[in-house]
């Protein structure tokens, strides 16, 4: 899928034609880190693409050995602007504290009894952050995970803002989840999630009582977040026993139905919060957050879920608990989970062969506290990963993170950041569906987002660069080379890591030289250069292959 060189920011996607093949650095720093920064060929390069999964695989918890990213988080601040009540006016720059001083439960709780317009601070300082990570970390890997399960275990985070800000006031804590299981073990990472105060309010499993259940959470937990919707099978069966596999001893069916849906939603009455409700008319819970567990709420009566019998009045959360090493153990969940992080890391037509090894792997590993890294780095290290070059666009966080990080922007995050990235469709952490944020290249090759691609990266290097990154091109560029060709070779290598295609080469060329000759140094003022430089800059990576990856 490629794009051309726009003539004009006005120019629109032509139909896409794969690139050359690039070296497989290059498609590793691609696919599983945003993008290379000044040395990272040359690294990966030097200590081999095996040396270099492995040790993104297994990413340091200490902030010392991550030492620029942690000073990045240290030393950004972020506006927060409003009017109190009382008429006073906040316009702070403040630091990400619930991030570097990793606030709890407690303290993020307590953000819901101030102004409403600090509700949304912490949802805020997470995507800040999130930025600084995607651009300065060194644990690359681990950061394309997070957005990958951020993504499969999708929560708008705003959906209570204007009532009970549960979710907005605690989204660092669900970010946390998604970091401490990215690379861990699936069924524990299910459990997870089911007991986070943003996934209990965002599928209303928090309010869901016998008589009858909520099956909010129930469909998703099948349908999103376990087998996929390629295993519901109700247009074929609805009754059970009729679903192939049933019957079997021990069952196994091949997929799930509503049934299954109704008796799972059945078994996750009582999951619930902390938030002050009446259990019975002289017993109330506290109003903290916690997650909390009704046995009042539950249905205890005997249930069926993938053909497995759940007998009657089992110990507390049994059902529940039941349900997740059903689903993590089933087949369809492995061959669903695999598909998607093949989709991610390879080709949105991942080859079914290496879906079909992923997801053995998977089935192998599923009690191993590393699972998902297993996986993980078979498809890393597989032949499909270095052979399937261009069958991926870079979605807007990607693209952005990876023009930063080639052009070695200083970099620091604001509200312009984001609302930039949200006009080319990637509205972080807001995707209001539980679906997450598509997959797909074709969903982001719109005319209209495109045009704001090339439109955002143009405006960097102009009055309207939201002042959220400064660059220093020029003073980037070696002392021997000077000559227009020069400058443009030593920029394509640098964001490309490769040569661009003759069109677009020439292109580029072209616009450098500016009609003198293509072997001696650009002419014009020196402001003239600076600005041409940027924005030679700025059309590399409009070009059909940086957006490529």
Same mark, same amino acid.
């Given at each position: 899928?490629?794009?051309?060189?726009?003539?004009?920011?006005?120019?629109?996607?032509?139909?896409? !034609?794969?690139?050359?093949?690039?070296p497989?650095?290059?498609?590793?720093?691609?696919?599983?880190?945003?993008?290379?920064?000044?040395?990272?060929?040359?690294?990966?390069?030097?200590?081999?693409?095996?040396?270099?999964v492995?040790? #993104?695989?297994?990413?340091?918890?200490?902030? !010392?050995?991550?030492?620029?990213?942690?000073?990045?988080?240290?030393?950004?601040?972020?506006?927060?602007?409003?009017?109190?009540?009382?008429?006073?006016?906040?316009?702070?720059?403040?630091?990400?504290?619930?991030?570097?001083?990793? $606030?709890?439960?407690?303290?993020?709780?307590?953000?819901?009894?101030q102004?409403?317009?600090?509700h949304?601070?912490?949802?805020?300082?997470?995507?800040?952050?999130?930025?600084?990570?995607?651009?300065?970390?060194?644990?690359?890997?681990?950061?394309?995970?997070?957005?990958?399960?951020?993504?499969?275990?999708?929560?708008?985070?705003?959906?209570?803002?204007?009532?009970?800000?549960?979710?907005?006031?605690?989204?660092?804590?669900?970010? !946390?989840?998604?970091?401490?299981?990215?690379?861990?073990?699936?069924?524990?990472?299910?459990?997870d999630?089911a007991?986070?105060?943003?996934?209990?309010?965002?599928?209303?499993?928090?309010?869901?009582?016998?008589?009858?259940?909520?099956?909010n959470?129930?469909?998703?937990?099948?349908?999103?977040?376990?087998?996929?919707a390629?295993?519901?099978?109700?247009?074929?069966?609805?009754?059970?026993?009729?679903?192939p596999?049933?019957?079997?001893?021990?069952?196994?069916?091949?997929?799930?139905?509503? #049934?299954?849906?109704?008796?799972?939603?059945?078994?996750?009455t009582?999951?619930?919060?902390e938030?002050?409700?009446?259990?019975?008319?002289n017993q109330?819970?506290?109003?903290?957050?916690?997650?909390?567990?009704?046995?009042?709420?539950?249905?205890?009566?005997?249930?069926?879920?993938?053909?497995?019998?759940?007998?009657?009045?089992?110990p507390?959360?049994?059902?529940?608990?039941?349900?997740?090493?059903?689903?993590?153990?089933h087949?369809?969940?492995?061959?669903?989970?695999?598909?998607?992080?093949?989709?991610?890391?390879?080709?949105?037509?991942?080859?079914q062969?290496?879906?079909?090894?992923?997801?053995?792997?998977?089935?192998?590993?599923?009690?191993?506290?590393?699972q998902?890294?297993?996986?993980?780095?078979?498809?890393?290290?597989?032949?499909?990963?270095a052979?399937?070059?261009?069958?991926?666009?870079?979605r807007?966080?990607d693209?952005?993170a990876?023009?930063?990080r080639? =052009?070695?922007?200083?970099?620091?995050?604001?509200?312009n950041?984001?609302?930039?990235v949200?006009?080319?469709?990637?509205?972080?952490?807001? $995707?209001?569906?539980?679906?997450?944020?598509?997959?797909a290249?074709?969903?982001?090759?719109? =005319?209209?987002?495109?045009?704001?691609?090339?439109?955002?990266?143009l405006?960097?290097?102009?009055?309207?660069?939201?002042?959220?990154?400064?660059?220093?091109?020029?003073?980037?560029?070696?002392?021997?080379?000077?000559?227009?060709r #020069?400058?443009?070779?030593?920029?394509?290598?640098?964001?490309?890591?490769?040569?661009?295609?003759a069109?677009?080469?020439n292109?580029?060329?072209?616009?450098?030289?500016?009609?003198q000759?293509?072997?001696?140094?650009?002419?014009?003022?020196?402001?003239?250069?600076?600005?041409?430089?940027?924005?030679?800059v700025?059309?590399?990576?409009m070009?059909?292959?940086?957006?490529q990856k």
């Open positions: 899928m490629t794009l051309r060189l726009p003539r004009v920011v006005s120019d629109i996607p032509e139909a896409p !034609a794969l690139q050359a093949t690039p497989v650095e290059i498609i590793a720093l691609n696919r599983m880190a945003y993008g290379p920064r000044p040395g990272d060929v040359e690294r990966v390069q030097a200590m081999g693409l095996t040396a270099y492995d040790e #993104q695989l297994n990413p340091s918890a200490n902030p !010392a050995d991550d030492s620029t990213c942690t000073e990045r988080l240290n030393a950004a601040r972020l506006r927060i602007t409003y009017t109190r009540s009382d008429g006073t006016r906040v316009d702070e720059m403040r630091p990400l504290r619930t991030i570097t001083e990793n $606030w709890n439960l407690e303290q993020l709780y307590a953000i819901r009894q102004n409403g317009n600090e949304a601070r912490p949802i805020e300082e997470v995507r800040a952050a999130t930025w600084i990570r995607a651009i300065y970390s060194k644990w690359q890997l681990r950061e394309v995970l997070v957005e990958f399960w951020h993504n499969h275990f999708n929560v708008d985070s705003q959906r209570d803002l204007g009532s009970g800000a549960r979710i907005s006031t605690t989204w660092p804590l669900y970010d !946390a989840i998604m970091r401490r299981h990215a690379l861990g073990n699936f069924r524990a990472f299910l459990e999630v007991q986070s105060i943003a996934m209990l309010i965002y599928l209303d499993n928090a309010t869901s009582r016998d008589g009858p259940a909520n099956e959470y129930a469909r998703e937990l099948f349908e999103l977040h376990g087998m996929g390629s295993n519901y099978l109700n247009d074929l069966y609805d009754r059970w026993r009729d679903v596999g049933a019957t079997a001893t021990p069952p196994a069916p091949v997929g799930y139905i509503d #049934q299954d849906v109704y008796e799972a939603a059945r078994a996750f009582g999951w619930t919060l938030m002050g409700q009446t259990i019975v008319s109330r819970l506290p109003d903290t957050g916690k997650f909390a567990y009704v046995e009042r709420w539950h249905d205890n009566a005997q249930k069926r879920v993938l053909a497995t019998e759940f007998d009657s009045n089992r507390a959360m049994e059902d529940g608990r039941r349900v997740f090493d059903l689903i993590a153990a087949p369809g969940t492995a061959r669903f989970i695999c598909e998607k992080l093949c989709r991610r890391l390879v080709s949105d037509t991942p080859p062969a290496l879906v079909e090894r992923a997801a053995a792997a998977w089935l192998a590993a599923k009690d191993a506290p590393d998902i890294k297993q996986v993980v780095r078979l498809i890393l290290l597989s032949p499909e990963f052979a399937t070059w261009g069958a991926k666009v870079k807007p966080f693209m952005m990876a023009f930063l080639a =052009t070695s922007a200083d970099v620091t995050p604001n509200s950041l984001f609302s930039a949200a006009a080319m469709g990637y509205t972080h952490f807001t $995707w209001a569906p539980p679906t997450g944020l598509p997959e290249g074709s969903y982001w090759l719109s =005319t209209a987002f495109m045009l704001r691609r090339w439109n955002t990266l405006g960097l290097f102009g009055n309207n660069s939201g002042g959220y990154a400064t660059f220093a091109l020029q003073g980037q560029i070696p002392a021997g080379v000077t000559s227009s #020069q400058i443009v070779e030593f920029w394509v290598n640098r964001l490309l890591g490769r040569p661009a295609e069109t677009t080469l292109r580029l060329l072209d616009f450098m030289r500016q009609n000759p293509a072997d001696a140094p650009p002419t014009g003022t020196a402001a003239d250069i600076t600005s041409r430089i940027n924005n030679l700025a059309l590399i990576g070009s059909p292959e940086f957006q």
